[in-house]
Nanobody, 121 residues
Framework: QVQLVESGGGLVQPGGSLRLSCVASGNIFSLYAMGWYRQAPGKQRELVAV????????NYADSVKGRFTISRDNAKNTVYLQMNSLKPEDTAVYYC??????????????WGQGTQVTVSS
């Protein structure tokens, strides 16, 4: 059974930065794509960024391109989301997701519990 544990959310002012982390257990982490999704109140869950198993390929939502960076450390079974130049519209619960294979299989069946990111002055 795959388990995903996110951390790093919080309250930040507009223009600020946060770094989210997601530690995975229960599977061979380096074989699978990973991703971050978010859900704002009253909205559907949406893709933020995904990364291939080896980390060479990434995809981003247009709304976060140039501001957010997804990365992974396969030795630590961890995927990160560096968020810079945060805007109020980035406010949401951010979820880590474990793919079933490559990026094309995203989102997979396993989700973390979510971490709240609030951007407000």
């Amino acid at each position: 059974q795959v388990q995903l544990v996110e951390s790093g959310g919080g309250l930040v002012q507009p223009g600020g930065s946060l770094r989210l982390s997601c530690v995975a257990s229960g599977n061979i982490f380096s074989l699978y794509a990973m991703g971050w999704y978010r859900q704002a109140p009253g909205k559907q869950r949406e893709l933020v960024a995904v990364i291939s198993n080896g980390g060479r390929s990434t995809n981003y939502a247009d709304s976060v391109k140039g501001r957010f960076t997804i990365s992974r450390d396969n030795a630590k079974n961890t995927v990160y989301l560096q968020m810079n130049s945060l805007k109020p519209e980035d406010t949401a619960v951010y979820y880590c997701n474990h793919g079933r294979g490559g990026i094309a299989t995203m989102p997979g069946d396993y989700w973390g519990q979510g971490t709240q990111v609030t951007v407000s002055s």
